[in-house]
């Protein structure tokens, strides 16, 4: 790393730093945190950091941060999913649920998280983020502990609502720490690779419940399925609440100069770190933006799907004939599509630079999977299809970590970003809470008004990428219309989805090609090298992506 006066041949993150005696250029001195860490350190002067440099600090972040993130989301698949588990080992049985009272058991977890999104994202801004989720894990793994002693449908709904509170936080807290960490190149694999987790849970929670209702005690089955991961869950807080940092300025494990490093490698991100101020401006603006409720529609029409299978998967396998132990067996290969799908999907998005097509294209196999349980009898000959066509529909996870990758992406300002994330996740907790509703126990073994509904969903999410994906383009137009307007150039060189070495090149001018440039095809013009502009100077003064006219959107 150098600390020096930059040329024009430095390494890819040689960009100007903010002038710490310099309010923000949104007339109110509101900065990120990131902006007085380097005025502090290396005031007045630019950072250049080379490839290695960025590759070793980015194996320490993913050496630290990364576990722990895995193992939380793994706890949190598990957690929810014991309530699948717990119905083929006779739940529904000793505690007398009837009707709908078994999908509202599903359905209140994610009414609790429901509740629980706005004020998370007041908080989020505010707390230190590792602190507050590490909190949050251990009362959630007591809300499960105590699941074991609930005999009844109220107590069981009473202890499912408060782990829906406590749980509420994870997934928005995961998607802020890695916008806080990675590039965002590095982001959408990351975000596939902890909830990808869920994936896991199908498959090992799946093999671990098996294990489990072997135990012979006077607990019943599901009491000892409870206990066990509730203990899990609790002893890992604290693991995560001694080696979690709350960001990259204050982690441990990095010393002064990784910590310049991981500051400095997020700048083309355009998205900063963290401000802990709260900004109204912020609020209104993620409440006002067509954006935010694109991502809104599009996970809640995923999420629909997603709440009704992950409560009802189980029960639906069973009715192709299986026992209890062969039900929780055939579910472990729905576990392991999902994994490849949320991973192998997360790769392709990276690989093309775009998450968008990616998105339309999983929805196909859930699509065919959905008609083939409609259409194939409930008798032991068609066993294998009807599994097939199960573990087609079990590619749908992949496309929320795509969701989630491709709204984080496109949002910046901290109290925006949070703000946003509200919003995603209360789409994703009204569907997660409309999808168990439309299976019951009623209309087994066919489930048709629960699959029908799922197939017109997955249809939706191809016309909202489509709709989505102009409006970006609209809103990339428009920045570069402002950009011009202030005597700069149309044409802006983000290196944000590029490997270290291509973007190394890119900085220094090398083979810049109109492949490699994020710019609208067709609404900004081809420019030569000495036309493209350089964002990063403003990366760090808490602008929102609106606001920002250096910041590019991506597809």
Not at 325 to 350: E, H, M, R, S
Request: proline share 5%; with cysteine; aromatic share 10%.
């Amino acid at each position: 790393m150098g600390v020096t006066k930059a040329s024009a041949t430095e390494a890819e993150y040689a960009t100007p730093l903010p002038d710490p005696n310099q309010e923000g250029r949104d007339g109110n001195g509101s900065k990120d945190i990131a902006a007085s860490f380097l005025a502090k350190n290396v005031a007045g002067q630019r950072i250049s950091i080379t490839p290695a440099e960025s590759a070793r600090v980015l194996r320490r972040i993913d050496t630290v941060i990364l576990p722990i993130m895995l193992t939380v989301y793994f706890l949190q698949g598990l957690d929810k999913t014991t309530l699948a588990y717990a119905s083929v080992f006779g739940l529904i049985e000793d505690t007398g649920l009837a009707g709908n009272q078994y999908s509202w058991l599903g359905s209140i977890v994610y009414l609790a998280q429901l509740v629980m999104q706005p004020p998370l994202a007041w908080l989020l801004v505010r707390l230190p983020i590792a602190k507050f989720t590490s909190t949050m894990v251990l009362l959630w793994g007591i809300s499960l502990t105590c699941m074991a002693s609930a005999h009844s449908f109220g107590g069981l709904l009473a202890t499912r609502f408060f782990l829906g509170v406590f749980e509420a936080s994870v997934a928005p807290s995961f998607v802020a720490i890695t916008q806080m960490w990675w590039r965002r190149r590095e982001q959408t694999v990351r975000t596939s690779y902890w909830y990808a987790m869920n994936g896991f849970t199908n498959m090992f929670g799946s093999l671990i419940t098996y294990g489990l209702g072997h135990i012979s005690s006077q607990l019943r089955s599901y009491q000892i399925i409870f206990l066990f991961f509730g203990i899990i869950t609790v002893a890992f807080s604290f693991v995560m609440l001694a080696f979690m940092p709350d960001s990259p300025v204050e982690a441990k494990f990095l010393n002064d100069e990784d910590k310049l490093i991981a500051v400095e490698r997020l700048r083309m991100n355009q998205m900063g770190v963290v401000s802990r101020e709260w900004r109204n401006d912020h609020l209104k603006e993620a409440l006002l933006d067509p954006k935010s409720w694109l991502w809104f529609a599009l996970l809640f029409s995923i999420s629909i799907p997603s709440g009704g299978i992950s409560t009802f998967g189980p029960l639906i396998v069973k009715t192709f004939g299986f026992d209890p132990f062969g039900t929780i067996l055939f579910n472990i290969p729905f576990g392991f599509v999902q994994l490849v799908a949320t991973v192998g999907g997360a790769f392709v998005a990276q690989k093309i630079k775009m998450k968008g097509p990616v998105i339309a294209a999983l929805c196909l196999p859930p699509i065919a999977g959905c008609v083939m349980l409609m259409v194939l009898p409930r008798d032991v000959s068609h066993r294998a299809p009807l599994l097939a066509g199960y573990y087609l529909i079990s590619v749908y996870p992949g496309i929320t970590p795509l969701v989630y990758s491709w709204a984080s992406q496109n949002t910046a300002g901290d109290t925006k970003k949070k703000c946003t994330n509200a919003i995603l996740f209360i789409g994703q907790s009204v569907g997660n809470v409309v999808g168990p509703m439309l299976y019951s126990q009623t209309e087994a073994p066919g489930y048709a008004k629960g699959l029908r509904s799922n197939l017109a969903l997955y249809i939706a999410i191809i016309a909202l990428v489509g709709i989505t994906t102009t409006y970006l383009r609209v809103l990339n137009a428009a920045h570069a219309k402002r950009r011009v307007a202030m005597g700069k150039s149309a044409v802006i060189v983000d290196t944000s989805l590029d490997s270290a070495e291509v973007a190394a090149a890119q900085q220094t001018g090398d083979d810049v090609d109109k492949n490699t440039r994020n710019a609208e095809e067709g609404d900004v013009a081809a420019a030569s090298n000495e036309d493209v502009e350089r964002p990063g100077e403003r990366a760090f003064e808490n602008l929102t992506d609106l606001q920002n006219e250096e910041f590019v959107f991506v597809f």
